[in-house]
């Protein structure tokens, strides 16, 4: 998904970005990324908790690069739009609010699907991930 218009919204909210906490090889992590920030999820109404034995994947990304990242899926969303594109680099990111939020996916087939997204993570990335 990518937006050919920014959203007239956006130039009156703070951006939300959504970071994986977890690892994943480069262009998998930014899709993720890219696809969990602009999936319509409204963190202010969201209360999620964990069922007994629902499987979980622990935290493996420190908040200092997830804050890192913050950057570079935000130039990964604006790679379309020149004029706003070409400002990142001098841009200096100010992060209002950090937190880590549960958002579920389940485990279908060989891949684990966002329930809040849709989409799909390959249940062999997420391995591959653990010794990045």
């Known amino acids: 998904m990518s937006y050919q218009k920014l959203p007239k919204a956006w130039s009156r909210e703070a951006v939300q970005l959504l970071i994986p906490a977890f690892k994943l090889g480069p262009k998998l992590f930014l899709r993720i990324a890219r ?3 602009l999936a319509p999820i409204d963190l202010s ?7 007994t034995g629902q499987r979980t994947e622990p935290v493996r990304l420190p908040l200092e690069e997830a804050a890192q990242a913050a950057k570079v899926v935000l130039s990964d969303l604006l790679k379309k739009h020149c004029k706003l594109y070409s400002l990142i680099p001098k841009t200096r990111l100010n992060l209002k609010h950090t937190g880590l939020i549960y958002l579920p996916f389940k485990f279908q087939g060989r891949e684990f699907v966002g329930l809040h997204s849709g989409q799909a993570i390959p249940s ?5 991930g653990r010794v990045i």
């Open 45 to 51: 109404q969201e209360v999620q908790g964990l069922k």
């Open 124 to 128: 062999d990335a997420i391995e591959r």
């Open 35 to 37: 696809n969990m920030s």
